[in-house]
């Protein structure tokens, strides 16, 4: 089976401007969810997806924000980008049965960096 | 919400000796506990799980880690390290929601 894939590998963007990142999660998992890793905070939670609906969500400002479609892939979207934003952000796909999930496989994430 | 303590951020270990990464999780019921790799410019990569069963957990890449419950640890554990084990590691639980929490990570520095 193919991995977790995600679009740009790598991004540079202006404070202020918004960005987009897609997430392809393994054939068959219905759940994706989205991490932001930088070096001072470490890996923290964004928010995860299950059959197009938002099941949980992280401690972060309302600028960021998904969507996961029929399929399964996601995205993300931050608005008005801010310098603290530069980070690595991960996608982790899971199987779901009976509302149990199980291991998350992460994606090779992509890195933008907020100039 | 239940959390990891990494306790060591950065374990210098020359090739073929053994290595021990401590993790320590906050008391619960019941715990799913987790190993990932981070290679430099990668994803993380799951390396063994603890769902239940089994207090010792065997994983890829001959690693292993022990659950125990009365001390509330997870340590990983290799006997013989590689230098191309050199990579971060991260001790992750799993809270309400699949909510990974992540501990802070151990860098492993394996030294020819």
């Known amino acids: 089976k193919a991995g977790v894939t995600q679009t740009p590998r790598y991004l540079i963007k202006t404070r202020g401007q918004q960005v987009t990142l897609s997430c392809s999660p393994i054939s068959g998992h219905r759940s994706v969810s989205w991490y932001q890793q930088t070096p001072g905070q470490g890996l923290q939670f964004l928010f995860e997806y299950f059959s197009e609906t938002q099941r949980n969500k992280g401690n972060f400002p309302g600028r960021f924000s998904g969507r996961q479609f029929s399929n399964s892939r996601s995205e993300m979207n931050v608005s008005t980008l801010e310098l603290g934003d530069s980070a690595l952000y991960l996608c982790?796909?899971?199987?779901?049965?009976?509302?149990?999930?199980?291991?998350?496989?992460f994606g090779p994430g992509t890195r933008l960096t907020v100039t | 919400a239940q959390s990891v303590t990494q306790l060591d951020s950065q374990v210098p270990v020359f090739e073929e000796a053994p290595v021990e990464l401590r993790c320590n999780y906050s008391?619960?019921?019941?715990?799913?506990l987790f190993w990932y790799v981070q290679y430099p410019n990668q994803g993380l990569q799951l390396l063994l799980k603890?769902?239940?069963?089994?207090?010792l957990v065997k994983g890829i890449n001959g690693f292993e880690a022990e659950f125990n419950k009365s001390q509330t640890s997870f340590h990983l554990r290799k006997p013989s390290v590689h230098i191309s084990d050199t990579a971060e590691y991260f001790c992750?639980?799993?809270?309400?929601?699949?909510?990974?929490?992540f501990g802070g990570g151990t860098r492993l520095m394996v030294k020819p």
């Open positions: 992750a639980v799993v809270n309400a929601g699949n909510m990974l929490t």
């Open positions: 982790a796909s899971s199987f779901v049965q009976a509302t149990v999930s199980y291991e998350q496989y």
């Open positions: 008391s619960s019921v019941s715990v799913y």
């Open positions: 603890y769902l239940s069963g089994s207090t």
